[in-house]
């Protein structure tokens, strides 16, 4: 267990050092669109995230991990942390993810995950809000951009028809 310990706080700690693409080059003066991350949370300890990943196969700064950062040492207490980042207007290929997350890794190993993961060709408009939005269950899960008050879905969703469910090596 000690070992394991050990291995968690390197691991989360490292994290901390990522150094995470910025789809907004430093110096752009252009229009930008702004995609943010969503949570539902079902208790203190658990809670489904629903983040963007990557932006054009480039890995950005994500909920899940700065949750994972921000709670570290809290025990079976998490506070979820959202994050949203500027993109400039272009396409893109995204890739979003749906995940239940917990408090602690011992959670995640004695109760159900969901996850559906995909990526998405997605243009946005200047100047709109566009959330990351989904569903994780036993029989349908997805994960999709949405834009913010709206109820729009300006592209595809990512579906998972069956379960999403992760076996205990996939946690």
């Known amino acids: 267990m000690k070992v394991f310990a050990t291995v968690l706080v390197v691991v989360v700690l490292l994290a901390g050092c990522v150094t995470y693409y910025k789809p907004v080059p430093d110096g752009h003066k252009g229009p930008v669109a702004v995609i943010r991350d969503t949570v539902r949370a079902h208790s203190a300890s658990k809670a489904d ?6 932006v054009d196969e480039q890995v950005i ?10 709670n ?3 025990g079976f207490q998490m506070n979820p942390v959202w994050v949203q980042r500027e ?6 290929t995204l890739t979003i993810v749906g995940r239940t997350e917990y408090a602690a890794p011992i959670l995640a190993l004695t109760n159900t995950v969901y996850q559906v ?6 243009t946005p408009q ?6 990351i939005r989904g569903e994780l269950g036993e029989s ?4 999709w951009v949405e834009e913010d008050g709206k109820g729009v879905v300006p592209g595809t ?4 028809k069956g379960s999403a469910k992760l076996g205990i090596f996939e946690r």
């Not at 993961?117 to 997605?122: E, S, Y």
């Open 157 to 160: 969703k990512v579906e998972v």
């Open 140 to 143: 349908y899960s997805a994960v």
């Open 117 to 122: 993961k995909g990526d998405v060709r997605f």
């Open 87 to 92: 993109v400039p207007i272009r396409e893109f």
């Open 61 to 70: 700064e994500q909920s899940a991990t700065r949750t994972r950062i921000a």
């Open 126 to 131: 200047a100047g709109r809000v566009y959330e």
């Open 72 to 74: 570290h040492g809290r």
């Open 49 to 54: 995230f629903f983040y963007l990943s990557h």
